[in-house]
């Protein structure tokens, strides 16, 4: 039975018009606060026509909605510093009253050496974009030391740990894994887990059974056990109400994008997930029989990229009013 039902959008926008796709992106939010959704979620896109800083607009949906949880999914570290993100992180959290849930990941930034110098100018090959970078932003999130300077400087009070200090953050704190690895280092870190339509080809070449055994690597090393908190973000686009004319262009979505699920691509044999298209009931009945959905209760459906405003309203509305019930999910009390 789902129990918790969310959704993922990168926000693009026109460059020459950046502000109606960041309003767009907004509305979306408030459209799925109304429609009882759990969560929705920002995706990160670093020197591209997408959201570049989901956090700042995330405080701006925090005043826009009252419910929801907020989002990213995931924020790359290697684009941050943890000791000013955490600061971002418990502001926001404060802002959204205890509703953020920030995902991250590791490795280094996309297109790094092209980068690195407008990055990290002059300390690029001391940075270190492992998973050291998530334990310093943990220890902060956490409300650890990070300095000895403490008490009353002057005219200033200065404060040993990040402040503001947000309470219940580091318990909403998730980490976006594709490789049994990650799995395991979330899990004996606890951290919740994302768990996307990208996932490393390491012992099979079958999607749904890779993401399954990542799932229970990660829950094994959990304390919390098969408690440990899952959320799954596959492509998936009812079209019970859509038009002609959108139910054929989700189709050409999809069918351009299938042909990289058949095999692992490139050096890292990454497998990709086919989009799910078709009818609620459809869309049910392949959920259902997918390995890795029958072992959660949360999701995080993502929008497809290049789609329009009024094909994200359908899309939504079609996830919140058929395709959730139909796998047993109730909505979210307003």
Partial sequence: MLRKLGFLTIGLFDEADPR???????????LGERLGFDSAWLRHRHLQFGISSPVAVLAAASQRTSRIELGTAVTPLGWENPLRLAEDLATVDLLTGG???????????????????????????AEDFGYARVERLLACVRGEPVTDVEGTVGFERFSTRVQPHSPGLASRLWYGGGSLRSARWAGEHGMNFLT?????????EDFAEIQL???????????????????????VIPTDSASPAQREKY????????????????????????????????????????????????????????????????????????????????????
């Fill in 213 to 235: 055994s990542h799932i229970r690597a990660f829950r094994a090393a959990h304390p919390d056990g098969d408690r440990a908190r899952v959320s799954q973000g596959l492509v």
């Fill in 251 to 334: 189709r050409a979505y999809a069918e351009a994008r299938t042909p990289r699920t058949r095999s692992p691509q490139g050096p890292a044999r990454m497998m990709f997930a086919p989009d799910i298209v078709g009818t609620v009931a459809q869309i049910a009945d392949e959920l259902a029989a997918h390995a890795a959905f029958r072992e959660i209760d949360e999701v995080a459906f993502a929008l497809p990229f290049t789609f329009e405003h009024e094909d994200y309203v359908q899309i939504l509305t079609d996830m919140a009013e058929r395709l959730g019930p139909a796998l047993g999910w109730k909505p979210a009390a307003a």
């Fill in 196 to 204: 996307s339509s990208v996932v490393k080809a390491e012992e099979s």
């Fill in 20 to 30: 109606r796709g960041h309003e767009s992106t907004l509305e979306i939010i408030e």
């Fill in 99 to 125: 509703r953020l849930n920030p995902g991250i990941s590791v490795g280094p930034p996309m297109n790094f050496d092209r980068v690195k110098d407008a990055l990290y100018p002059g300390t690029a090959d």
